[in-house]
């Protein structure tokens, strides 16, 4: 059997599991639920979910990765040969093919975004927002064009293999997408609605929290962190032994965190300083309210305008891209490992089957918006089905598996690297993945399940 593959550095291993943590998530979603939610409490519930029950989650996959050295079906059957434990396993990589094949249609309109922004269509001054979007979805032609292209770049970077492909592409996509932040975040200071979109994002009014927002926040911090999806448990497999699993999860969910947190920094400044626009225009933000809010945010220098919304779906493309590869991995890894064919025949059966998927998937937003199940288009059932029912459930079994079934002392050496990393915070992880975790993702997981059938 050949060897198995790794990362060549600890920078690239961290910088490859927060190109997967980083993503549409952080950039689209957690702005949508910041405003749908009431601002700064929802950050602050976010964090602690993050701290409490992401971040134990996570290292719960990084042991179980880096010590297998598999992908995650293969993971589960050698730590629990013969018990449904392997279950996990399976839910992971399906989870991450599901996710991939409507991941990758998003990922298409942030490509389409991007080339729309430079070639001056969103800057058109009589360009109706909500029209420009609902026709581009509609089109099949355009929009599957966007995510085929979107596929196939995913698809060269994961042929190269891991240090040449995923670690290479991370370690420079990665700065250039925190460049990126780092100068839109600078120009969002010239708006005049920084003021306030500050205060919106600074200043927590607890009156707004209830029970739903914090369960928002909390599915909020898990999907953000790729937690139980078989991405991260793939990559630490890649993971060097000398390789602090603890640190790598917190520089990672650190990351993570401050790029959900500064997409808010750019996104709120420019929608208060419109009059009339929506702080909470759910999921229509970034690709409806956005390119109207930065032509006029910076009305007087149509040239900002210009740059700043063609680096802003750039940002988002970056993102995307990384993630997606993540997700492509966790598949790929097993198809390669446990049907002993090549890396490239593997990568290739990943990305035309989810393709197909994914054609659905994009069709659901025009010729096949009448093909519903439960009421839900096809595309809106993939994501209910993978973010609300098997990833939390995939999360508790990881904790409980972590927490309770692993040995004890596997577990230790992991997380000490054999006694080399201090091991004071091994209870207190022990006692969050033993108790806190489950409890608060089974609380979730119920509340999702009654809102979905509209209890
Ligand atoms: N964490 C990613 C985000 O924030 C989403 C994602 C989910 C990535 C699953 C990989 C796997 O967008």
Redesign the pocket.
């Known amino acids: 059997m050949e060897k198995h593959a790794n990362f060549g550095s600890r920078m690239g291993a961290i910088f490859a599991a927060a190109g997967?943590?980083?993503?549409?998530?952080?950039i689209w979603?957690f702005p949508m639920l910041v405003g749908d939610n009431g601002g700064a409490a929802f950050i602050l519930i976010y964090i602690v979910s993050i701290l409490f029950v992401g971040i134990p989650i996570m290292v719960g996959e990084f042991v179980i990765g880096r010590h297998t050295q598999s992908n995650m079906i293969e993971a589960f059957r050698q730590l629990a040969p013969g018990k449904w434990w392997r279950i996990i396993g399976v839910m992971g990589i399906g989870v991450?093919f599901i996710?991939l094949s409507y991941?990758i249609v998003v990922s298409g309109w942030t490509l389409y975004y991007a080339y729309s922004s430079f070639s001056g269509a969103l800057s058109d001054p009589d360009c109706n927002y909500g029209a420009f979007f609902g026709d581009f979805v509609a089109n099949p032609w355009l929009s599957l064009l966007a995510a085929v292209l979107f596929m196939l770049m995913t698809h060269l970077i994961i042929i190269r293999g891991v240090q040449n492909g995923i670690e290479k592409c991370s370690k420079v996509l990665m700065p250039m997408l925190l460049l990126i932040i780092g100068i839109l975040v600078v120009c969002t200071f010239s708006m005049p609605g920084i003021n306030e979109g500050l205060t919106f994002l600074l200043k927590p009014d607890f009156s707004k929290l209830t029970i739903s927002v914090v369960l928002a926040a909390m599915g909020q911090a898990f999907?953000?962190?790729?937690v139980a999806?078989g991405?991260l448990c793939t990559y630490a497999s890649y993971f060097g032994r000398n390789t602090r699993l603890v640190s790598s999860a917190l520089s990672v969910s650190s990351i993570?965190t401050f790029v959900a947190v500064l997409s808010g920094f750019i996104i709120f400044p420019a929608v208060f300083s419109v009059p009339g626009v929506d702080v909470n225009a759910g999921p229509g933000l970034v690709f409806q309210t956005l390119p109207y809010v930065f032509n006029m945010a910076f009305g007087n220098v149509p040239f900002l305008a210009y740059i700043f919304s063609g680096l802003f779906y750039i940002l988002l493309f970056l993102?995307?891209l990384t993630?997606?590869i993540?997700?492509h991995e966790a598949v790929t890894a097993y198809v390669h490992e446990n049907w002993h064919i090549t890396r490239k025949k593997a990568s290739t059966i990943v990305s035309v089957s989810a393709m197909s998927m994914g054609v659905l998937c994009c069709l659901s937003f025009g010729v096949l918006s009448h093909w519903t199940i439960f009421g839900l288009t096809i595309f809106d059932l993939f994501d209910v089905v993978s973010s609300t029912i098997i990833l939390p459930l995939g999360g508790v079994l990881l904790a409980l598996f972590v927490g309770w079934y692993l040995n004890r002392e596997l577990v230790r050496k992991e997380i000490t690297n054999d006694g080399q990393v201090s091991q004071r915070v091994f209870p207190v992880l022990m006692f969050l993945l033993r108790w806190v975790a489950p409890i608060a993702i089974l609380t979730m997981f119920i509340k999702g399940l009654m809102e979905m059938f509209g209890m």
């Not at 999907?223 to 790729?226: A, C, D, F, K, N």
């Open positions: 997967s943590a980083v993503g549409l998530g952080n979603r991450a996710i991941y999907y953000s962190l790729s999806m991405c993570d993102a995307a993630s997606a993540s997700l």
